[in-house]
């Protein structure tokens, strides 16, 4: 008789999600995986076939959960400037509020870019469609006229605020704040 799974399989790809986005692909190891996960080694590969697999799914499981709700207002219908506000001053809120260790991690799809983009085809095309997704949301918000440039400023201040969460989650914030700030005045 085969033995139940007493595990969900979203709650193990959302502890995976945890440890890869404070601690990166690389420096988890299948031990790592173990713990959080509490599933062995085989169970991992039973369930998920390899460590990549699993962490595939973890990237998707934050894409799902963790961006694409910070990401609704200002991709809804109607958005404007004052949507691209509330997202970067919440963007400051969450460097400036978190408990330090999560404040810390920044974005795991970031992260993802910085150390596997440039030898991990999945990884690098993960990074494109968030990229565009970003600037697509911005534009749509935006006035047509200024979209375009002022997108694209957004998109890298905001790729700039994940990254400096990871060194300096304070400073992460006041970046964000500065782009608030500047996207306030462009009423």
């Known amino acids: 008789m085969a033995?139940?799974?007493?595990?969900t399989t979203a709650n193990a790809v959302?502890?995976?999600?945890?440890?890869?986005?404070?601690?990166?692909?690389?420096?988890t190891s299948l031990a790592d995986l173990e713990r959080?996960?509490?599933?062995?080694?085989?169970s991992i590969y039973q369930a998920f076939g390899?460590?990549?697999?699993?962490?595939?799914?973890?990237?998707?499981?934050?894409?799902?959960?963790?961006?694409?709700?910070?990401?609704?207002?200002?991709?809804?219908p109607g958005a404007g400037i004052a949507q691209v506000v509330e997202y970067l001053e919440s963007l400051a809120a969450v460097m400036?509020?978190?408990?330090?260790s999560l404040a810390g991690r920044g974005c795991l799809v970031v992260n993802t870019i910085t150390e596997r983009a440039g030898h991990d085809p999945e990884a690098h095309a993960v990074g494109v469609a968030?990229?565009?997704?970003?600037?697509?949301?911005?534009?749509?918000?935006?006035p047509p006229e200024t979209a375009a440039h002022r997108a694209e400023l957004l998109t890298g201040a905001v790729i700039?605020?994940?990254v400096t969460a990871r060194l300096a989650p304070a400073a992460a914030a006041t970046l964000a704040r500065a782009a608030a700030m500047e996207a306030r005045s462009w009423r």
């Open 3 to 7: 033995r139940t799974r007493s595990f």
């Open 14 to 27: 959302r502890a995976a999600r945890d440890q890869f986005w404070e601690h990166g692909y690389e420096a």
């Open 36 to 42: 959080v996960t509490g599933l062995n080694r085989s």
């Open 50 to 76: 390899s460590k990549h697999q699993l962490f595939s799914l973890a990237v998707e499981s934050y894409l799902a959960e963790v961006a694409a709700p910070r990401l609704a207002a200002l991709e809804a």
């Open 96 to 100: 400036a509020d978190a408990p330090g």
């Open 130 to 142: 968030y990229r565009d997704r970003l600037l697509r949301a911005f534009a749509g918000a935006l």
């Open 160 to 162: 700039a605020v994940l």
